[in-house]
């Protein structure tokens, strides 16, 4: 009955103006979210409606609703290739605000992310959090105690290296994160307040989300 209605909505907002909808992490689907997808899919062949589906190649065998889509006769596949190696540094440069990088972490990022934008992203956030990289006057440099980069044991996944950056944070921080993780990507500060579960600590929430 949720699919009826969604799709019932869907059709009545499509006789307006044309529209895109767009699934983002796909890979992570449950059954029940494919099984949308696909009657989404079919109604896109009807009308005016643009659908994206975006996604990771699946290491286990993918959804049967997967399948099926590919073989729909205006289905375009696109696959996407790995970052250049030119893409990625530049990428790594906007996103710790610097102009140029040691060559022992620009090796190490190359080597680590192998094209993976976000890993890459990560990678450079995670070596700043632990000091092993210093950002200042827009330059980045290697800290004194960083001798040999390649020796550190950095997680081999996106999802590893995001862990070990929440892993370092304060409890504090650390509650406040999976508090607001339950509520979703956007959230609004007073909602956050109220189910916060430690009341002695919701006068400082403003300081400890300023520091995330």
Request: aromatic share 6%.
């Amino acid at each position: 009955r949720t699919r009826s209605l969604l799709l019932q909505l869907l059709h009545a907002s499509m006789s307006g103006a044309p529209k895109v909808v767009i699934v983002e992490d796909a890979h992570w689907l449950d059954s029940a979210s494919w099984a949308l997808t696909l009657a989404v899919s079919q109604v896109a062949q009807s009308g005016p409606l643009l659908f994206v589906i975006a996604l990771r190649p699946f290491t286990e065998a993918p959804p049967l609703e997967y399948s099926q889509l590919l073989r729909v006769s205006d289905v375009q596949l696109l696959r996407l290739g790995i970052l250049s190696s030119d893409d990625i540094l530049t990428l790594v440069h906007q996103r710790l605000g610097v102009s140029s990088l040691p060559r022992a972490v620009s090796v190490l990022i190359l080597e680590r992310a192998e094209g993976n934008p976000l890993f890459c992203e990560e990678l450079a956030y995670a070596l700043r959090d632990t000091g092993l990289i210093t950002i200042g006057d827009g330059e980045c440099r290697l800290a004194p105690h960083a001798d040999d980069l390649h020796a550190l044991r950095l997680p081999d996944t996106v999802q590893g290296v995001v862990t070990s950056r929440i892993d370092r944070l304060p409890p504090q921080q650390q509650l406040i994160l999976k508090v607001a993780s339950v509520i979703g990507r956007e959230f609004t500060f007073r909602l956050l307040e109220k189910i916060y579960p430690m009341e002695s600590d919701r006068s400082q929430l403003p300081e400890y989300l300023a520091v995330l």
